[in-house]
């Protein structure tokens, strides 16, 4: 790109990324220092402000760059990522919003814990919500490296990598300095970027072609190179029964996966009731619905004005689809109106990735701190009433824990940097849907679950799901993966949700069935009394 990209860009980049460290700053000197105001922001937020930042967090580099892309790449199939992330939307509505907010104080085990053993339940889902959360960031990390690859033409791979490791260091800094409330105020303001880049995108490329759908998906279509296949069911996923059973477990992924995505279910402590948890969801649903059927205009409108080869030869993977868009409809390369346009959309993409990057990191620090250090540091027998004795300290560990779930991000996102964006977090999805789903609906609705069935729930799904994915032709055995080199791949499958979640439902019953212990149906009415009323709720 020419050195006004470059400049622009560069610009917008640095504006956004001070005035959020402003924000930040800002709120590290209002600080109590409390475990509640680091991992909730003191429950200030109001359904509005939280239904904003939910957005920001799920409509993250995935949505924006990626979906879009795999729509310019193969169409009709490409719709899949859209649909998929719009419906899992009804499934934390319906079953885990409002009853997560009322059972649980901060992390996802919290929810698990209220009726189990807490030392076993507490590791266990805070292993899991790690785990699903570096998936996560490895996808915006990649994100990261496509962008400014293409802002410097491509022909830097230092620089690309540079980004990914500045991108890590500026979200530990967010975490560590502002945490939850910082945060927050960074995906409403995202939220609001991404949302106002995204209309104005949709709006020029109608415009383009005066309104008419069929004319644009006609050009697409013919600017695919395949015809008509482009806008048919089977371009990506009906190549023999492999790629349709992939096509299945994406699809199960994508619906279910939603619901066990900690650093979602970690939004519905920031506000006083369950009544505004469930009042931010339907705010986040209006936004997030719109958003993702901007994004089908978006890709097949980058098929029919750049070009599905022009998009390919940038990016194998598509991540820079919505870029090239904004190039060409902005006047194209040279013109002032297109740098202006390109500079705007890479910035925002831009703070899109940072602020995601920066609610996923709070998550897992908070699952690390709160569930893992803080279980294996208290004694077996210490009561109840004593576990939260020392939050501060607990704080401590978090911000050091976000430093370390930054670096293996940073690591893992230089690996996996020429994958597309959707497709990792479709992976970090059915990871989500495998450990973390399970385990959540087992503890709400059933009541004899026991702590042995919690824990099989939780490895059940999250074991399966992790070995699945390093067998698969997404690690290596194939000119795509993470080391092509390499053939140790034994799985078939590109996602391993069509396995590995009914294997987390199944361990969970099975682990259920074989223990010895008894489900205590006193605790299991207090948080069924809990969950469905908000009596006695943090």
């Known amino acids: 790109m020419s050195g006004d990209h470059q400049t622009l860009a560069l610009l917008l980049f640095s504006a956004f990324v ?25 429950r200030l937020f109001s359904p509005m402000e939280n239904g904003f930042a939910i957005a920001g967090d799920y409509m993250s580099a995935a949505s924006f760059l990626g979906i879009s892309g795999l729509i310019a790449l193969f169409g009709y199939d490409g719709m899949l990522y859209s649909v998929g992330f719009l419906v899992a939307w009804l499934v934390v509505l319906l079953l885990v919003a409002e009853l997560v907010r009322n059972c649980g104080r ?13 030392r076993p339940v507490r590791i266990a889902a805070g292993t899991s919500s790690v785990a699903v959360s570096v998936f996560y960031l490895v996808a915006q990390m990649v994100g990261a490296g496509s962008l400014v690859a293409l802002l410097l033409g491509g022909t830097s791979e230092a620089a690309r990598s540079w980004t990914v490791i500045g ?25 609001v970027l991404l949302m106002a880049g995204t209309v104005a995108l949709t709006v020029l490329v109608l415009l383009r072609f005066h309104g008419d759908l069929g004319a644009l998906l006609t050009t697409a279509a013919e600017r695919s190179g395949h015809g008509k296949e482009f806008l048919s069911p089977g371009l990506a996923y009906g190549g023999g029964w492999t790629a349709r059973f992939d096509f299945i477990s994406l699809g199960l992924a994508l619906v279910l996966g939603t619901a066990g995505l900690p650093h979602i279910l970690s939004r519905f402590y920031t506000v006083p009731t369950a009544r505004a948890a469930r009042r931010s969801v339907v705010w986040s649903i209006g936004l997030i619905g719109g958003f993702y059927l901007m994004t089908i205009v978006l890709g097949f409108g980058a098929a029919a ?74 004694p077996r027998t210490r009561p109840r009433a004593k576990q939260h004795a020392k939050p501060r300290g607990e704080v401590a560990v978090a911000r050091l824990a976000a430093a370390g779930i930054g670096a293996v991000a940073i ?29 959540l609906l087992y503890s709400l609705f059933w009541r004899n679950f026991t702590t042995r069935g919690a824990v099989w729930s939780v490895y059940g799904g999250l074991v399966p799901a992790v070995l699945l994915v390093v067998f698969s032709p997404v690690v290596s055995g194939s000119p795509e993966a993470i080391f092509p080199s390499l053939d140790f791949q034994v799985f078939p499958l590109q996602n391993p949700g069509l396995v590995s979640i009914p294997l987390g439902f199944l361990a969970g019953w099975i682990g259920t069935v074989l223990s010895g212990e008894r489900a205590d149906e006193a605790k299991h009415a207090e948080c069924e009394v809990r969950s469905l009323t908000g009596a006695g709720a943090v």
């Open 305 to 378: 004005v750049v070009g599905t080869d022009e998009v390919r030869a940038s990016s194998a993977a598509g991540n820079t689809a919505v870029p090239l868009l904004a190039l060409d409809l902005g006047g194209g390369a040279g013109s002032t109106g297109g740098t202006v346009l390109f500079a705007v959309v890479a910035a925002v993409a831009f703070a899109t990735i940072l602020a995601v990057v920066a609610g996923i990191t709070l998550a897992s620090s908070a699952a690390v701190a709160h569930d893992l250090y803080a279980s294996l540091k208290r």
């Open 411 to 439: 690591v893992l996102g230089l690996l996996a940097r020429d994958l597309n964006v959707a497709f990792l977090v479709g992976l970090a999805f059915a990871v989500a849907a495998s450990a973390n789903l399970p385990v």
């Open 167 to 191: 991108v890590g260091a500026l979200m530990v800094v967010y975490v560590t300095l502002g945490g939850m409330r910082a945060t927050t105020w960074i995906q409403i303001v995202k939220a």
């Open 18 to 42: 001070a005035v959020t460290l402003g924000m930040t700053t800002w709120v590290s000197r209002h600080r109590h220092g409390s475990a509640e105001e680091f991992y909730t922001g003191g």
């Open 106 to 118: 901060f992390t996802l085990a919290d929810v698990v814990a209220a009726r189990m053993r807490e």
